[in-house]
């Protein structure tokens, strides 16, 4: 049983369509991470939170504690926002990080 | 500021072969910890320091050690490479401040054990 689960895997959209990531876990956590992987390999931290709803840009996190869910937004999107979207957990027992496999996201033209 | 620096980038080992990953840190972050990804799979968190001199296992440690003399170093060393070991290996260096944490990751090693 995972502890971190995304959904979709696997996400393709057109050019300027509203995309939505789902993430949910079940353990007790301090803080939720969202995080992308390009194709090239880097990993950017996008969000860190732990209550509520953080916005940079195109891209919008919100997180509900009590549901143990966490949703990425992004408005608009484009064909470089193609890549590998990363949710984790960092545990409130040992501040260690738990991780969803990853949404592989592709926006096309 | 060059944040986490890993190398080296690529690396291709033949089996029973011994190397050490290099990371370097240098926003003076108290924690440092290394994962590997494997395809299909989240990354998995292999051993992690919580400063200097203090080390600890992750969920896959066996076949790997780490040291933590500095602040600033958190070097893997693969005593003898295995295929199993094949993967990408990520290293992190992170700190918290009250309810705020913040993460850095270095930019990958893709090792290959043949």
């Known amino acids: 049983k995972n502890e971190v689960e995304q959904s979709p895997q696997n996400l393709t959209a057109q050019e300027g369509e509203f995309i939505t990531i789902n993430c949910s876990y079940s353990?007790?956590?301090?803080?939720l991470h969202w995080l992308q992987q390009h194709p090239g390999g880097g990993i950017v931290s996008l969000f860190m939170?732990?209550?509520?709803?953080k916005k940079h840009g195109r891209l919008i996190a919100t997180i509900n504690i009590q549901e143990k869910h966490s949703s990425l937004h992004i408005t608009a999107s484009h064909p470089r926002d193609s890549a590998v979207y990363i949710c984790?957990?960092?545990?409130?027992?040992?501040?260690?990080?738990?991780w969803g496999a990853g949404t592989k996201l592709i926006i096309k033209p | 500021n060059a944040g986490v620096t890993q190398t080296p980038k690529f690396q291709v080992l033949k089996t029973g072969q011994s190397m050490t990953l290099q990371c370097a840190q240098d926003?003076?972050?108290?924690?440092m910890s290394w994962y590997r990804q494997d395809p299909g799979m989240g990354l998995r968190l292999i051993h992690y320091?919580?400063?200097?001199?203090?080390?600890d296992q992750g969920e896959v440690p066996n076949g790997y050690n780490v040291s933590r003399s500095t602040t600033e170093d958190f070097p893997l060393r693969l005593l003898s490479a295995a295929p199993s070991q094949t993967s990408v290996y990520f290293c992190?260096?992170?700190?918290?401040?009250?309810?705020?944490?913040?993460?850095?990751f270095g930019s990958g090693t893709r090792l290959t054990v043949v």
């Open positions: 992190a260096s992170s700190y918290s401040l009250g309810e705020t944490y913040g993460y850095t």
């Open positions: 926003m003076n972050h108290e924690y």
């Open positions: 320091s919580v400063g200097a001199g203090i080390t």
């Open positions: 353990v007790g956590i301090s803080a």
């Open positions: 939170l732990s209550s509520g709803k």
């Open positions: 984790a957990v960092l545990m409130d027992s040992n501040y260690q990080l738990i």
